[in-house]
């Protein structure tokens, strides 16, 4: 047996074909939980599986997902993977992740936003994320996600009944977004007014209005992937503002997307914020963990922020703090970690994200 991989980067997809004691290999070490085998290593090896074919990759992967006895960092990049291959197979599972109210809440956001971006056309799954959207039991960021994902849903079957011509472009990044840009002709200043202005204080709660709470998102996330794919510093600068600082977004949700894009864009501007974001024990921690791996991503690119980043990485993956929840604490990390390898791999001169056992061959990955 071997499995065709494509491993996207910014530019280019690459494919490669693994032998299956390749994929054997994979396999056990994205599997091993005790310490041979390093977090860095494992995420690695979910890349590798990530980008194989659905048929050799989905029963690894749902494995991980419901057997991972140790890392929820892990678990949740699972669920991420599995909704970017947006394959239906794994809806059930996502379902049953994302109502589990003993998951997590950055795996169960992940379960959500995976389900959204599969955008299947079953009514368990709309009646799953409308229920997530009502749920008082639900953390806020999980019932935000839910109301994007149906929106993300609702729109991709009205494209898909109108066959429509202006069905969004696929994003540069090649990620599967949890909406679409806004219009590139928009001004940055009117992009950074829709992001930055107005009050969403309420976020989605029983006396919210949903439909309004989920306009307000749409629009907002709309503004920042117009931003990340214009690319400009002044737009790496506006997304920074919403991070942290004085006009920092009061959504958890839609501040780790805004940390996860600035690690797209890999823009040296945003590295003090990015610092700031990871050193901050209050700030929610799936927001922390998106700070964390931005960081690499954007010291990996830019040798000017390299001491800045790897010394605050280095920080915080050592750290016995921090916050008052161990798992969050193992979340920071391991993300802090995850970051520091991606980054020696680039000072090495490896370029290969990916784990390639026997070929070692150098590719271009890219994480979400
Ligand atoms: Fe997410
Ligand atoms: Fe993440």
């Known amino acids: 047996m071997s499995a065709a991989v494509d491993v996207e980067g910014t530019a280019a997809v690459v494919q490669l074909t693994l032998p299956s004691s390749s994929v054997a290999d994979i396999t056990q070490k994205l599997h091993d939980a005790t310490e041979a085998t390093p977090i860095a290593l494992r995420h690695r090896c979910l890349f590798s599986m990530r980008n194989m074919a659905t048929d050799i990759a989905f029963p690894v992967l749902a494995q991980t997902l419901d057997s991972e006895p140790r890392s929820q960092l892990l678990r949740h990049e699972v669920a991420y993977a599995l909704g970017q291959m947006r394959s239906e197979k794994a809806s059930a599972m996502l379902r049953e992740v994302a109502t589990n109210p003993n998951e997590h809440a950055m795996v169960r956001h992940e379960a959500a936003e995976a389900l959204g971006a599969i955008a299947d056309t079953s009514e368990e799954t709309t009646q799953t994320l409308q229920a997530l959207v009502k749920s008082p039991e639900a953390p806020r960021e999980l019932r935000e996600t839910a109301a994007l994902a149906i929106r993300r849903m609702n729109k991709r079957k009205a494209e898909a009944l ?45 006396d919210a209005n949903a ?56 823009n040296a501007e945003a590295t003090d914020t990015l610092v700031a974001c990871l050193s901050d024990d209050d700030e929610h921690v799936m927001v922390r963990h998106e700070a964390a791996e931005a960081l690499g991503a954007v010291a990996a ?23 008052a929840d161990a798992v969050d604490a193992l979340i920071v990390r391991e993300s802090c970690e995850v970051a520091l390898d991606l980054l020696a791999r680039e000072e090495r001169g490896e370029f290969e994200y990916v784990y390639i056992p026997d070929t070692k061959r150098s590719v271009s990955g890219k994480r979400e």
């Open 162 to 206: 109108t066959e429509s011509a202006n069905a969004a472009a696929p994003s540069p990044y090649l990620s599967v977004d949890p909406a679409d840009p806004l219009d590139p002709s928009t001004s940055t200043e009117t992009l950074e007014q829709t992001l930055l202005g107005g009050d969403d204080e309420g976020g989605i709660s029983a």
């Open 211 to 266: 439909e309004d709470v989920a306009n307000d998102l749409e629009r907002r996330y709309g503004a920042i992937f117009a931003l990340r794919d214009r690319g400009s510093d002044d737009c790496a600068r506006v997304l920074c503002r919403s991070l942290v600082g004085d006009v920092r977004n009061p959504s958890a949700l839609l501040r780790h997307e805004v940390a996860y894009v600035l690690g797209q864009m890999e």
């Open 301 to 323: 690119s830019n040798s000017t922020c390299r001491d800045v980043a790897r010394s605050a990485l280095e920080r915080f993956r050592s750290s016995a703090e921090t916050t």
